[in-house]
């Protein structure tokens, strides 16, 4: 009888064991990821969003793939794994990643003047002086060139149109430079050439502002890849990284699968009918363009998006495919702006020494978001990828993101 009870009970704690061993996936707790189930379903309730697509990937493997809520709530169509959404600024970083595989090329150099490629943007000038009745303004010049390197870390001094300071949005507009947030016409040839020829809002390497600069180096990797912005990303990067739905502009039988915009008003979420940004469609990856707008202008599942981020994350590397070298990603992640308050490297925001005690990530750690509310970091050091995609616009729920971070790092129980 003994025996047969300590056999049993042999048995109960190995059946234990095995159970709790189950819960955890890749050193996370399935338990403690169903927490982020519970956020997400309260911030839809409280009219964050209509509906949200989350994944984390750990060790290269999903260990947490979850759609919430509606895509759609005029048609009550339920969210899924595969819907699009407008990535905007989450471009900036494959448009990166094409600049440093032409780097490896030997196209430039990171310290090359921009103006060496587009004569535009040779001289440039600081803006001193600035009329808001008409416009017009005064400069005086920089006697300093823009590099290529200010360009990916965004402290060539250029801003934002649409987006940007008052003053700059101003004058981009007067001068009919687009956001590349869904512009669709003209083409970036065009729009760049005029840009160069406009004051830059401080010297170049004096401050991080976030601005059309990646725009700029979308144009470049068209000059230097003698191929539309277009054709080198579908070629070069989304082809060997099976990145099969993502598009500057989606091709007819996948617009069904496009998330419509969103915004509150008075508590209450509506579908954006009216146009956005600078006059933009809001259903502008439906259309026909031909402006690629390498700082904004991609649409992607998160699905696709998470390939990218793994290849980062891979030092080079995804399914066997290398784009790029070791070296060029540890140069890629490491800090170029110094004590500024935003620490960047080649096309990410970084987590170093200086910012560590923001959040629980790595130093390390890299990330950044789009317009409508997408998110995503990556963490080499946990060797973990997540991103959180939405759709709103001018979201009044950003912290979303942070939420999103912490509610990821607590399931961690390695």
Known sequence: MRRLIFILLIASITSVRAQKQSQIVEGMSLERLSRIDNRIQQAIKENWFPGAVVLIVRNDKPVYFKSFGKSDLDSSIEMRNDNIFRIASQTKAITSLAVMMLFEEGKFQLDDPVSKFIPEFKNPQVLTEFSRSDSSYKTQPSGKEITIRQLLTHTSGID????????????????????????????????????????????????????????????????????????????????????????????????????????????????????????????????????????????????????????????????????????????????????????????????TALNDYQDPSTIGSFSWGGAFNTTYWADPEEKLVALLYTQIYSSKHREIGNLFKTLTYQAIVD
């Open 160 to 351: 934002y149109a649409a987006i940007g300071s008052d003053v700059f949005k101003a004058i981009y507009a007067k001068a009919h430079v687009p956001s590349g947030i869904g512009n669709a016409y003209a083409t970036l040839s065009e729009k760049m050439k005029v840009l160069g020829q406009l004051p830059l809002k401080h010297l170049p390497g004096e401050a991080f502002t976030y601005g059309l600069n990646v725009d700029v180096l979308g144009y470049l990797v068209e000059i230097w890849s003698a191929q539309t912005l277009a054709q080198f990303f579908e070629e070069r990067i989304f082809r060997p990284l099976e990145m099969k739905d993502t598009y500057f502009y989606l091709p007819e039988e996948k617009h069904s699968r496009l998330v419509p915009i969103y915004e509150e008003n008075n508590g209450k979420l509506s579908k954006v009918t009216h146009t956005i940004y600078d006059n933009v469609d809001p259903w502008y990856p439906r259309l026909n363009g031909q402006y690629y707008s390498g700082g904004a202008g991609l649409s992607s599942t998160i699905e696709d998006y998470s390939k990218f981020l793994s290849l980062i994350l891979n030092y080079g590397t995804f399914n066997g495919q290398r784009l790029l070298s070791r070296k060029t990603v540890e140069l890629m992640l490491t800090n170029q702006t110094g004590t500024m308050p935003t620490q960047f490297g080649l096309g990410f925001e970084l987590e």
